[in-house]
């Protein structure tokens, strides 16, 4: 017979976060319409309105009891307002995403990315995908059907970045679900 093993130490509740920016509603309704258009001619699943952002760092679960701590972290981050042209979409055919983003992105992105990043490391939260290259984009349609779809055209949409947040995400069937839990003014 085998010893019994000793029961597993019970794991503490965790909520899954990111931060990001978060576009203004208006920037965002334009888009939503964009990805519902795209939606309708490649099949997929269109991001919604209230949930259209652009990932900085993804972390995954972190225990609850250390989101404070989180908080803290990201408020030593320091980076200057800046503005991004959303100017290009794209389809991804590894992962079947329709997505905009930056013809060329403004350096103070990819610097803030890459500060919050190393803040948070140094704090001792690990970044699943550190080693990936920062390439920043809003998801609009995901599960694209038909990969073969032109990409259209994108209308340039200028988008002043005045603050980065912290998001929670639940998942459910019918998609995913964001709520802010902090906000991280950028000044300067
Ligand atoms: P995506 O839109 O390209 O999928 C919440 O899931 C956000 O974090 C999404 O914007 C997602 O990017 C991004 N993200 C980055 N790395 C991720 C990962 N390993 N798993 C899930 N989401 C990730």
Known sequence: MSPERPP?????????????????????????????????????????QETLHLTLAFLGDVPISRLPELQAAAQNVRGPAFELTLDRFGLWQHNRIFWTGCTQPPPALGTLAASLMQQVQDSGFPVPDAQRPFVPHMTLVRKVARLQTPVPQCAPHQWMCREFVLVRSRVSESGADYAVLARFPLVG
């Not at 130490?9 to 334009?30: C, D, G, K, N, Q």
């Open 8 to 48: 597993a130490a019970p794991r503490p509740p965790v909520a899954r976060v990111f931060f990001a920016l978060w576009p203004p509603a208006e920037l965002a309704a334009t888009l939503a319409g964009a990805a519902k258009d795209f939606a309708h001619q490649a099949g997929g699943h269109p991001s919604r």
